[in-house]
Structures are given as C-alpha cells and as structure tokens.
C-alpha cells in the first residue's frame, strides 16, 4: 500500500473521528479505511486509534503522529506544486500565528479575500500575544510586533507602529492629567509583559534619539493586549499602545491622548519564517497579501530597519 495515502486516511479519521465519515469524505469504503488504518498500526506497530461504538480518538502516538504527518501531507502538496506558477492552483496547509488585536481587527475580517482567491489552501490561525516558538510549535509563519530574538528565523520586515500614552475620561478625573513627567509619581501605569511573574519597567519615552524608562506605580498587570486595552477603558491607569488600534477609542472620547512629547518607540512589525531553501508558493502568496492588508496602516519609516 501507498504509505503516503495510509498517512491521508489516517489524518481524514483523527479529523472526522470516525470511519464513516472519513471513508465519505476519500470516496472509500468504511472497510477499506479500516484496513488502511490496521495496516498502518502494523507497519509502525503501535496502536493509533481507539475504537469505541460511539466515536474513534487518538492515542497519545496517534496525536503525535497526526501533528507528524500534517506537516508531512503538507509539504508533500508543496512538492507537487512547485513548478506550477498559477497561485490560483494553490492547496495544502498553512499554520500561522497572529497578535490578537490584528487578527481580530484587521486580518480574519479581510480573510476572506485572500480565501477566495486561494480556495485550496488551508489555514490554521493561532491568536495569542504570547511569543511562540516557530520552529518547535510548527508554525510557517509568524506574524511579530515588538523587538526580535529569533536570531535563526528569516524576518522580513513591514513597517513599525507608532506608540501613544492614553488614559479613561474617568481615570483623569479621578486623579489629573499629567503635563510632565514629574505628574507621574501620581498615577497609576497598568503594567504589560509577556509572562506574568514578571513585571515592565515603567514609563517608556525617547529623549534625543535614547531611550528612558521613568518607574511607576501600578496595581494591574496582564499579558494579553486585550485585557491591557480593557483595564485602561476601566479606569485602571495610563497605558503605552499603538495609536492605531485606540484610534476608535480617542474618536469616541473613550479614552484621552496624553504627554505627546513623551512618547515610547514605534514598535517593528516583521513576518517571521523559518530559514529554508524553498519558501512555498501558498506560504509567500499568504506572507504577501498580508504585507500588503498591513501596508497602509503601518508607518513605512522603519520598514527597511
């Protein structure tokens, strides 16, 4: 038998969790996806797949070999489409990892245009803020804001996000609006890091080119942009954000512009992927139309650093 086919069936039932609907799906027999699925638990001699009379799930070597053989399905596909220049022909799997903010504000919104125009291509999109692991996640590629440190990834830069400092209406009447730095022992900053256990600085801001970090107070610290837009919206404290995504907030005088003068560093937007001979055409079909969604809502003066 094919191995490579035994793999596709095997793949169909961890999705499906059944025989039935994976043998609908290939066009196969129930028996003969039976007989594919015994034959490659033989081949590996472990078993694969736990058969009860109401549903079929994977054994811990089932899941890994599912992880395994996606990877492998996928850059078989890629094999069969390299000489093939029309993009419109794309198929196989794509598995990204996108900021949360962006993804829900600016690309799954979009999605759909590029899904349209690549109908056999696959995506698995991961949404976090925290900072995954390309290569040992199995990520293609990885939308980054913020500085890298991924020395043995291929970044391609897009552009930078200018910062601002904001606060609520109700946080500035509660405790003033600060006109200088010397306002800030006042306040309250709502701390963001990546990982909780640890805590920010404070204060970002550049003076002549160099940056300064000016320690604050603050009860609330998180590690998820959303959470730090919502405790800001609450009334928790000041916070050092993107301009672009509190835009709508500062339209809707839900939030206050602060100590323009005194801003932090505009933070690098770069696509991340891993270092390889062959960039597939649906992973560089997909990393351009993203550059170019994200292109006219990045500042373009870092996008060469």
């Known amino acids: 038998m094919n191995k490579l086919e035994l793999l596709r069936t ?26 594919q699925i015994r034959a490659l638990e033989t081949l590996l001699g472990t078993r694969l797949l736990n058969r009860t009379t109401r549903r079929v799930q994977a054994t811990q070597d089932g899941l890994r070999l599912y992880e395994r053989s996606k990877d492998l399905l996928s850059r078989m596909d890629e094999i069969e489409g390299l000489f093939h220049s029309d993009t419109a022909t794309l198929t196989g799997r794509l598995r990204v990892d996108l900021p949360t903010l962006m993804a829900r504000r600016i690309v799954l919104p979009n999605l759909p245009i590029f899904m349209s125009r690549h109908p056999g291509v696959a995506l698995e999109i991961s949404c976090t803020d925290r900072q995954v692991d390309l290569l040992r996640e199995g990520f293609d590629c990885v939308l980054r ?20 400092n904001c606060a609520s209406p109700g946080y500035l009447q509660r405790h003033g609006t600060p006109t200088c730095l010397a306002d800030l022992h006042r306040h309250q900053l709502i701390h963001y890091v990546r990982n909780l256990g640890s805590r920010s600085a404070g204060f970002e801001y550049l003076q002549s080119g160099t940056l300064q970090v000016q320690p604050m107070a603050g009860a609330i610290t ?3 942009t959303e959470a730090y837009e919502s405790a800001c919206l609450a ?8 301009a672009a995504g509190l835009q709508g907030y500062l ?15 505009s933070l690098p937007v770069s696509l991340l992927f891993a270092r390889q001979q062959h960039v597939s055409p649906r992973l560089r079909a997909f990393m351009d139309w993203l550059a170019a969604l994200l292109e006219p809502r990045l500042d373009p003066v870092a996008s060469g650093s």
């Not at 961890?14 to 003969?32: I, K």
């Open 10 to 35: 095997f793949v169909r039932v961890s999705e499906l969790s059944s025989f039935t609907l994976a043998g609908e799906n290939l066009g196969l027999p129930r028996s003969t996806v039976s007989e």
């Open 145 to 164: 804001i913020g500085t890298l440190s991924d020395l043995d990834l291929i970044a391609r830069p897009l552009g930078s996000l200018a910062q601002i």
């Open 235 to 242: 009334g928790l404290g000041l916070i050092q954000a993107p």
């Open 222 to 224: 998180v590690n998820s």
């Open 251 to 265: 339209e809707r005088g839900e939030l206050v512009a602060l100590l323009a003068d005194y801003v932090a560093p």
